[in-house]
């Protein structure tokens, strides 16, 4: 059995797969001093199917998507400074 008929058989295999791949080249960007978008960037290239094909529902992309785009918010709402908030101003109302 090939390894890539092995992560595609569940989806927890193909999600530890994709952090797997994650890491080892959030690694190897940092180590190149690259931001770790551009790994997760290359991560996203070579995980599709132009490479190893590790994702193959569109269900689990639009999972992925989605986890991906509320982890971001929470960075981002993680750093915002609330007293920069409050010296903006308040509603007009």
Do not use: C, W
Not at 29 to 58: N, T
Not at 66 to 76: H, M, Q, R
């Amino acid at each position: 059995m090939n390894v890539i008929e092995l992560i595609s058989q569940s989806s927890f295999t193909e999600i530890a797969a994709l952090l797997v791949l994650a890491a080892i080249l959030g690694f190897i960007g940092l180590l190149l001093r690259q931001p770790l978008i551009v790994s997760f960037i290359a991560v996203g290239l070579i995980a599709g199917p132009s490479a190893l094909d590790i994702v193959h529902s569109k269900e689990q992309i639009k999972l992925l998507s989605e986890l991906g785009i509320a982890v971001l918010l929470f960075l981002v709402g993680i750093k915002l400074d609330v007293k920069l908030i409050k010296s903006i101003g308040g509603f007009p109302y």
